[in-house]
């Protein structure tokens, strides 16, 4: 508490100056100042109590640890000079940190007798106490100090007012004056009210230093205590005792570190002593100081290097492998500027150097957290596999880039750079980006420098003809951040719920873009979702190598499926009846149909139209069928475990639905809907077994084909590679 006494000397000063400039005497400045302080006791009990009560205190929680243990480290250092001057009689204001000071402790034989025996005692103890842990060892060894001190007295016959004068016992204070004697001071007649409310500004400075000190030294305590702290709890116990000593007419109060401290240490945790010290408190103020004069100064001495070693251990020694170098040069500065300017200057000063110390550190950390091309992942869509073929080999050409942690100035540069090495220089030349796919979703923030470097990674791309696609932004401020740059009303940016979403989006303009430039008949291209009018790559596919790459990916292996304007030496039959036409586009990446073999399949099939919105089985229900799509669009939404959200996936022309779940006979792992009015042949589990028995060739080369599909059709199992979502993205239908 003596940090406040500057505060209680400028409310006096003043006061003092505006009663005597208004004609009043002592009586009228010495009751306006006691109303003063009761009123700052007041204020800070209500401040205390409202942060108390509105949970305040758990942000103080996540105060930086490491600042608070050089908080402690700091009350050590001061601890052990206030045992310097406390041993050599030395005032505090003379205690500085120049040669003076330094020969007036180590260079003087007589304040030397004074404060190394008092240094020694302190050691001695933290050595028994490294052996034995006893709370007992604590209070017996300060016990035995002043009995042996006397023993010495009485043995040698030393004069005590000798020793007295000598520094070996402190002074006796005045004595006579009753400890109520300060409630007769107070004088409502005598309080100049306008005065005292010309305090305010001091009353408020002095109620923000009070507030600063519980939710550190609480958070400190706890640290060194090792247990855990309700911080509201102590802010609302702060609150009723400051209101209630305002009301009882004394100055504020808070919990104090290391006075808290040395009464845990020697088992005072329990409420039983707690009432004690109440006790022996109370006794002291009835009694007054007179036992104190009859105290060795070397026992008040020890006690505080004891404690204040014991802190500077706790923050320099004890942390030495348990933090990084930053955070320990944090705490040592903090150490520093606490020693040679005040508590809250060091405080402030560990705060700026924590933020230097966060923004370095971060900028070193790397928010990319994935970077790959859309070969190695791609959309959960079924298609055909000679689409899937085409797909695998241009999506090349696309780039997803999933970022992480919150993005600032200091990180944003390493995204930048990235982007423009993407675009740029060799990179560019071996493999020319079209699609850039970011996903936000595990971003937590960004900053305004981030959001703009966005902005200007746009202008770049643009330059390039490469379409950015922005996913997974969250809702709130990663949004506003970047809405507020007017990012999502550039041209060309697109905007996508999630990066299956995105992925879907590319393929479908690779694929729009072959069929149109090719003029393929409409009618035949089924695209699931996800597209728009001008989601085509407009051009001459032969133009540039990015062009070059689709159209040659697509002779090799779309055109396999279309009757189109081809060189002469490939020839396709166009009149191949259903279902053998579906089964070939669902199973070309395997190589040519044997016609003669599957022409008979067809009798084991069965027709079906299914109208928009049917379903045509739910997650759960046994398996009895499998379904080769002909026309339309199917969706499976497969619903995981736990809170993950559910994973969706497109079934096109030429792929097959519930194929696993039927073959193995597990009960179905997804609930399949039409979305776009559909065609498809039903194979039945008692229909498959029946061509098994009758025709056990055909049969078997159906099931093989069927489990070639499913290891190369593996989009559910792209979707664990990049980890899109919370869940586990397990089997397929």
């Not at 370095?360 to 990319?368: E, F, W």
Request: hydrophobic fraction near 50%; glycine fraction near 8%; charged fraction near 20%.
């Amino acid at each position: 508490m003596i940090e406040v006494v500057p505060f209680f000397h400028v409310l006096a000063g003043r006061i003092e100056r505006e009663v005597g400039a208004a004609g009043g005497g002592a009586r009228e400045v010495v009751a306006t100042t006691l109303v003063a302080y009761a009123l700052s006791s007041a204020m800070t009990g209500v401040a205390f109590f409202a942060l108390g009560a509105m949970r305040m205190g758990t942000l103080i929680g996540f105060f930086p640890r490491h600042i608070l243990v050089g908080c402690i480290g700091g009350v050590g250092v001061f601890l052990i000079i206030t045992g310097l001057t406390v041993s050599t009689r030395m005032a505090d204001d003379d205690f500085a940190l120049d040669w003076a000071t330094f020969e007036a402790l180590c260079l003087n034989a007589h304040n030397l007798l004074l404060w190394v025996p008092a240094f020694a005692l302190a050691a001695v103890l933290r050595a028994i106490t490294h052996r034995w842990h006893h709370q007992l060892v604590f209070p017996l060894y300060f016990i035995v100090i002043p009995l042996v001190f006397y023993f010495v007295v009485l043995v040698a016959g030393l004069d005590l007012d000798h020793l007295r004068r000598a520094g070996w016992i402190f002074e006796k204070g005045p004595s006579g004056e009753k400890w109520y004697r300060f409630y007769t001071l107070y004088d409502w007649n005598a309080t100049r009210w306008g005065p005292l409310w010309s305090t305010l500004p001091t009353q408020f400075a002095l109620l923000f230093f009070n507030i600063l000190h519980p939710p550190l030294n609480v958070p400190a305590l706890a640290v060194s205590l090792n247990e855990d702290v309700d911080t509201n709890k102590e802010l609302v116990a702060h609150g009723y005792s400051n209101v209630l000593a305002g009301l009882l007419g004394t100055v504020p109060n808070y919990l104090v570190y290391v006075n808290t401290l040395l009464f845990y240490r020697v088992g005072g945790d329990t409420r039983i002593s707690g009432f004690l010290l109440a006790l022996a408190t109370a006794i002291l103020l009835v009694i007054g100081t007179g036992p104190i004069a009859y105290l060795p100064v070397m026992v008040v001495g020890a006690l505080i290097f004891v404690l204040g070693i014991d802190l500077v251990k706790e923050a320099l020694w004890d942390t030495r492998h348990r933090v990084s170098r930053m955070e320990y040069i944090t705490i040592a500065s903090i150490m520093v500027a606490m020693t040679v300017w005040d508590f809250v200057i060091g405080v402030f000063f560990g705060i700026v150097v924590s933020c230097f110390f966060f923004v370095v550190q971060n900028s070193q950390r790397r928010s990319i957290r994935a970077l790959y091309t859309g070969e190695t992942v791609m959309s959960t869509v079924r298609r055909p596999s000679s689409h899937r073929e085409y797909i695998r080999e241009v999506s090349k050409q696309t780039t997803i880039m999933q970022l992480q942690g919150f993005l600032f100035f200091g990180t944003i540069t390493h995204v930048e750079e990235t982007i423009r090495a993407l675009v740029d220089g060799p990179a560019w030349q071996r493999a020319p980006v079209r699609f850039l796919v970011v996903d936000f979703s595990l971003v937590a923030g960004v900053d305004m420098s981030a959001a703009e470097a966005f902005v200007r990674v746009h202008r770049v791309l643009r330059a390039k003809a490469v379409s950015l696609c922005l996913c997974g932004i969250p809702r709130g401020a990663v949004e506003t951040s970047l809405a507020s740059v007017g990012l999502f009303e550039a041209e060309g940016v697109r905007l996508f719920g999630n990066v299956n979403d995105a992925l879907e989006w590319t393929e479908n303009a690779y694929l729009r873009t072959w069929f149109v430039s090719h003029k393929v008949e409409t009618p035949a291209i089924v695209l699931p979702g996800r597209q728009d009018t001008d989601d085509v790559l407009q051009g001459s596919l032969s133009a540039t190598p990015r062009r070059s790459h689709i159209r040659d990916a697509g002779w090799r292996t779309i055109a396999q499926d279309y009757t189109i304007d081809r060189p002469v030496d490939q020839d396709i039959d166009a009149n191949v009846p259903e279902p053998l036409s579906t089964l070939e586009k669902a199973f070309a990446a395997h190589g040519p149909l044997d016609r003669a073999l599957f022409a008979p399949l067809a009798a084991y099939l069965e027709r079906l139209a299914l109208p928009e919105g049917e379903v045509l089985f739910r997650q759960g229900d046994p398996s009895d069928a499998l379904y080769l799509v002909q026309e339309g669009v199917l969706r499976a939404s497969y619903r995981f475990a736990g809170h993950a959200p559910p994973v969706e996936e497109s079934m096109v022309p030429g792929t097959l639905a519930g194929e696993l779940s039927a073959l193995s006979g597990e009960p179905r792992n997804a609930t399949v809907v039409v979305e776009r009015a559909a065609v498809v042949w039903r194979l039945s589990t008692e229909r498959l077994a029946t061509l098994l028995e009758e025709r056990p060739e055909l049969g078997r080369a159906f099931m093989r084909l069927v489990l070639k599909s499913e290891s190369t059709l593996s989009s559910i199992t792209s979707c664990k590679v990049t980890n899109r979502t919370v869940g586990s993205c397990q089997n397929r239908l």
